[in-house]
């Protein structure tokens, strides 16, 4: 056991229990983002926070997020509002290239605040909305959602009330959003892999965070609708919170040098 344990975390800093229990809340948010619809991707990417470093945790959740947003396009694919997509790549591409080199120059502790501020406002903040955006707008939000995401990862919700605003039709509309983040998610891993990031060491891990996440899929489409959601919302806002409190204290006494 001992051997195994040593081969899957090979090349990285994990211990044994941070591998366990990355596995296990890639159940927990897939699980609560199928039963619940909120919080899910939120909930991974704060408990990655607090065990790998951000220049390993935004590529690493950049995985989980490609396989979970292509997954959805893929079985929704004929719904989505084709048109945008040209220039939503454009600016992916321009926001890549720029979010990439600037990820790579900034101390930990300030990406471990940028992190943790996000945090907070994904779990406190009401959503904004847009309205009637037209096709170029969509290389203005690929710009900015791919330099964010090159930071807090999880940019999902800054691209939803666009893609919601492009069609009235719900299929479409979560047909277009997926297609979306698998674009910004995909030319995200190749920006990383170009700046010397090494995905080898960690495959164990992504291979344990899908297949659990999978899981999780499954199991939550069961629960739909069983389960005291309001109590829930108020119990992950809670946790979210401690855990952001965390990385600010983290960020706060770290050296930044």
Not at 22 to 33: E, H, M, N
């Given at each position: ?167 009235p039709v719900r299929q479409r509309v979560v047909a277009t959003h ?7 998610h995909g030319l995200k891993l190749v920006t990383f892999g170009v ?63």
């Amino acid at each position: 056991m001992e051997s195994l344990t040593d081969l899957l975390l090979t090349g990285t800093d994990l211990e044994s229990w941070s591998f366990v229990l990355l596995c296990g809340v890639s159940f927990l948010g897939a699980f609560i983002t199928v039963a619940l619809g909120l919080g899910g991707g939120i909930l991974v990417l704060a408990t990655m926070a607090l065990v790998l470093t951000p220049t390993v945790l935004i590529p690493v959740h950049g995985v989980v997020q490609l396989g979970s947003n292509m997954g959805r396009f893929v079985l929704l694919a004929r719904h989505s509002f084709f048109e945008i997509l040209p220039a939503f790549l454009i600016g992916t591409l321009l926001g890549a290239v720029i979010g990439g080199h600037l990820v790579f120059a900034l101390p930990i502790p300030l990406l471990q605040l940028i992190l943790a501020l996000f945090i907070l406002y994904s779990t406190w903040a009401p959503r904004f909305k847009a309205s009637n955006p037209r096709k170029k707008t969509f290389f203005s939000v690929g710009v900015a959602s791919t330099i964010a995401t090159m930071f807090i990862g999880a940019t999902g919700p800054l691209v939803m009330p666009f893609a919601a605003a492009s069609s009235p039709v719900r299929q479409r509309v979560v047909a277009t959003h997926a297609m979306l983040m698998t674009v910004q998610h995909g030319l995200k891993l190749v920006t990383f892999g170009v700046l010397g990031f090494a995905f080898g060491p960690y495959i164990p891990l992504l291979a344990g965070l899908l297949a659990f996440g999978f899981v999780g899929t499954y199991l939550g489409k069961l629960a739909l609708n069983k389960l005291p959601e309001k109590a829930f919302r108020i119990s992950l806002k809670t946790i979210l919170t401690f855990m952001s409190i965390y990385l600010l204290y983290e960020a706060a006494t770290a050296p930044m040098g």
